[in-house]
């Protein structure tokens, strides 16, 4: 009875912190969604920018095409990498509604405010020094699903305890006590062997101890042992199954997490790139030297780079976030 208390406390006690690791996969998934409607947001920016940009572009070429020296070819590819900006922008907008939607879906509303947006309070991903065996060593720590393995593992060997204990004899206290009445007042009876005559009402009972012993139960209580050796067994390698897992996630979510900051860094040197090639490309066309297709890939190469960036920014928080998880951090 001990054991079976113990175990079923356990048991409890792996319930609870399963539930913790539920609500933490949740703030992760919130996280995520929000870090992704940021760089949603951070991207539609840089296509609007870049919009505004290639209008001014047209503008200017259909004032070189009147006084002809512009080519108006030149005006028609304008305004076809213009229409398909728009048409990339529009997609874009659809994408961020249904983040919004999930965002909002997430947190228990019906459905997200009109045109709502979400203030951007996330900061430049920094030079990071992570030590991946003081992360894993933290996760088997902190990690509520490992700790909660663990409790159930404890509770199935008391479980084994408990089948065992079924081989054991078992003494019972018992008594009894009671008044035993005569069908009416008047009668009167005798006891058989000392002839004593009796009462109408007496008290009775007795106490007394009973021992149980086990001598037939056959091999019922030896293949419930077997049985629950074989649970415990299998929650053994659940465990260990689990730690490798923690680990898997741990290393990967740290390697992550260094990776995209290296993509950012790398990300950064490119818009500079691009916008000095923008500006020489725009330099040239204006002096009739460049040709409108360079002016436009130089457009299109620096909103390129500004979204490569905004990705690499985003997965980098994402990725910090996921880190949090696999360590069982705070998020």
Same mark, same amino acid.
């Given at each position: 009875?001990v ?6 406390g356990?048991?409890?006690t792996a319930?609870?912190k399963?539930?913790?690791r539920t609500r933490?996969?949740l703030?992760y ?8 409607i940021l760089?949603?947001q951070?991207l539609l ?9 290639i ?14 020296k512009?080519?108006k070819?030149d005006?028609l590819?304008?305004e ?5 900006l728009?048409?990339?922008?529009i997609?874009e907008?659809?994408t961020l509604a249904?983040?919004r ?9 019906d459905?997200p ?5 979400l203030?951007?309070k996330?900061s ?6 992570l030590d991946?065996?003081l992360l894993?060593e933290?996760? +088997? $720590? ?8 663990? !409790?159930? =593992?404890?509770? *199935?060997a ?12 078992s003494?019972?206290?018992?008594g009894?006590?009671?008044?035993r ?9 005798t006891?058989p062997?000392t002839k004593?005559k ?5 008290d009775?009972g ?9 001598l037939f139960?056959g ?13 415990l067994?299998a ?5 260990r199954?689990?730690e ?6 741990t290393e990967a ?7 995209n900051?290296?993509?950012?860094k790398a ?6 790139q ?8 725009? +330099? $040239?066309y204006?002096l ?5 297709? !360079?002016? =436009?890939?130089a *457009?299109?190469?620096?909103?390129q ?12 928080h994402?990725?910090a ?6 360590t069982?951090?705070?998020l």
């Amino acid at each position: 009875m001990v054991s079976e208390t113990s175990a079923a406390g356990k048991l409890s006690t792996a319930e609870k912190k399963k539930f913790i690791r539920t609500r933490d996969e949740l703030a992760y998934t919130i996280k995520s969604v929000y870090f992704s409607i940021l760089g949603q947001q951070k991207l539609l920016d840089s296509l609007d920018f870049s919009r505004r940009a290639i209008e001014n572009n047209r503008k200017r070429i259909a004032q070189l095409v009147e006084v002809q020296k512009a080519a108006k070819v030149d005006l028609l590819r304008t305004e076809v990498r213009l229409s398909d900006l728009n048409q990339n922008i529009i997609k874009e907008e659809n994408t961020l509604a249904i983040q919004r939607r999930l965002l909002f879906s997430l947190m228990g509303y019906d459905a997200p405010p009109e045109n709502v947006r979400l203030e951007d309070k996330a900061s430049l991903p920094a030079e990071e020094s992570l030590d991946i065996g003081l992360l894993i060593e933290a996760a +088997l $720590k902190n990690r509520p699903d490992y700790q909660a393995a663990k !409790d159930r =593992l404890e509770a *199935q060997a008391l479980r084994v305890d408990v089948a065992k204990a079924g081989h054991l004899p078992s003494i019972n206290l018992i008594g009894s006590y009671g008044i035993r009445n005569a069908p009416s007042p008047s009668d009167v009876g005798t006891y058989p062997i000392t002839k004593e005559k009796t009462k109408s009402t007496e008290d009775v009972g007795y106490v007394g101890m009973v021992l149980s012993v086990p001598l037939f139960e056959g091999g019922r209580v030896s293949a419930k042992v077997r049985e629950e050796t074989a649970l415990l067994a299998a929650a053994q390698n659940r465990l260990r199954k689990l730690e490798l897992q923690i680990r898997q996630e741990t290393e990967a979510s740290a390697l992550e997490v260094m990776s995209n900051i290296s993509r950012f860094k790398a990300t950064l040197k490119s818009i500079e790139q691009a916008k000095e090639s923008l500006r020489i490309e725009s +330099l $040239k066309y204006e002096l009739g030297k460049g040709h409108i297709t !360079d002016l =436009l890939d130089a *457009q299109a190469a620096l909103l390129q780079a500004e979204a490569s960036n905004c990705r690499a920014c985003i997965d980098y928080h994402i990725s910090a976030a996921k880190l949090k998880l696999a360590t069982g951090g705070n998020l």
